[in-house]
């Protein structure tokens, strides 16, 4: 079949915490085989906060792979079987304190989809309330709340680096000026 691949073996190469990784042996259309390496991820979610007066809230940490802080919406991993509409609520009120009362699926991207399973789904949230912070004991960030025209910005200059974030406002964008 023109464009597709058939599995015909999969390993278990490493198992982590977050994904697991198969080194998949593949058959490909003209018959010919090749090895893929597949990072298994159940994915994620993230969510972009905006208030009456369009600002977002977004927030700061550290971002261990690049030994850089990175700006971003809050987002979060699913676990297993977790519905990503519930995980993004939570991720919402862990990452930042707001609760919302409008919640809107933006869809899903595949950040990685070379070698990766994950997919990010996003939501706009609105009708935002302060019901108080309960991060993860293993997450340090600051709340960052801007006007949704700065964010726009530093996404075009490039100073907003996260490819989820950067999707995600400048999808709302379109969507606000509709």
Request: proline share 3%.
């Amino acid at each position: 079949m023109h464009l597709n691949e058939k599995t015909l073996s999969s390993k278990t190469v490493y198992e982590g915490r977050i994904f697991r990784v198969t080194s998949d042996t593949a058959e490909l259309e003209d018959g010919s085989v090749a090895v893929r390496d597949v990072v298994r991820h159940f994915g994620g979610v993230c969510v972009i906060p905006v208030t009456e007066n369009n600002e977002i809230y977004l927030v700061r940490q550290f971002r261990y792979p690049f030994g850089e802080t990175t700006l971003e919406v809050p987002a979060g991993k699913l676990e297993k079987g977790e519905d990503h509409a519930e995980c993004g609520k939570r991720e919402l009120l862990e990452e930042t304190g707001l609760v919302c009362s409008e919640y809107t699926y933006l869809g899903g991207i595949y950040p990685l989809p070379a070698y990766s399973t994950e997919i990010i789904h996003m939501y706009l949230a609105k009708g935002l309330e302060y019901s108080g912070q309960c991060t993860d004991e293993d997450e340090f960030l600051d709340v960052v709340k801007m006007p949704f025209s700065d964010a726009l910005r530093m996404v075009m200059d490039g100073e907003i680096k996260d490819a989820k974030t950067q999707i995600i406002i400048l999808k709302t964008a379109v969507l606000m000026n509709k």
